[in-house]
């Protein structure tokens, strides 16, 4: 069990590789889509690609509020 | 316009202050919640209370991902 | 209105794009430029380029302090 | 040397104490202030209080970008 | 299986808790210790206390360098 | 002397540049190693390479901790 307390489950929609980095995005429900960027290692050790099921994690302390 | 890819639109569930953080918690879907953690004068400066319209802003390099 | 409390208005100095990742150096002060890290797509879809008036914006859980 | 590419030197406000975490407030130009949280321990350990020649950190990747 | 990079296998050598935060520090080898601050509802959760096996997690975007 | 509590005394096992981002593997213990993704412009500043001494630094706010 992790301490963050954002973990929404999702289905990759797309994975980008650059040489260090790569941007995975992750529909986690049917408007809701979270961009992730992670290493490029982290992408090939995960074998992540179009299609799977995942879950994107976020500590709360990375999260800001916006109100009009 | 914001760099930050992930903006959620969704309603406050609840607010919790301490003396220098706040929690709080927004649902942006009918099973998601975000959960958030800023100071408690910025909390304070949007006076933020359960019921109101803000977003969740994440900046993408702050996205994990998890695979079974 | 947004939760971060630094917030930092600007004047692009230069802006470095990689296949994922993007680099973005801004001027706030006489003396003070800013650089931040976003992804490509992001500074795409904001177009960034030099000249640009763009504002800084950086949670407070993200700033560190050294005093000698 | 420190690779954190945001190191602006200032001097403290305003310092607050809560009982894990601490707000401190530095101003690093005639209008421009920083706000950061660190734990009350780190706030202790450097013995931070008004009037302190301090330096403010931020790695580059948390700094995000708004343009109109 | 995490993206995060570094997971570090310790133990709980002392847990302090605020209204909002709480603070856990962790040791991983006979040397090195690891200061993490996570909400208090987490480490509630987590029924942290000290003497547990834990795993100290960290993204590595996080992760600065510094070189004399 | 820095805020960040998390300061661990390695060295550089590799370097990887991309366009804008670059990693660092730094062994800080015998079976420890941590990952850094700083800028390219960084690890170009500061030298880094192989074999290098140097210290990885982490905000205590960027760790989580997991719990079986």
Do not use: H
């Not at 301490?3 to 980008?16: E, H, L, P």
């Not at 889509?33 to 982290?42: A, C, G, N, W």
């Amino acid at each position: 069990m992790l301490s963050a307390r954002n973990q929404f489950a999702g289905t990759i929609q797309a994975v980008k590789l650059g040489q260090v980095m790569a941007e995975v995005i992750i529909k986690i429900a049917p408007k809701i889509e979270v961009v992730s960027l992670i290493s490029r290692t982290s992408a090939e050790n995960l074998k992540l690609k179009k299609g799977d099921k995942v879950t994107a994690i976020i500590k709360s302390t990375e999260v800001m509020v916006a109100k009009d």
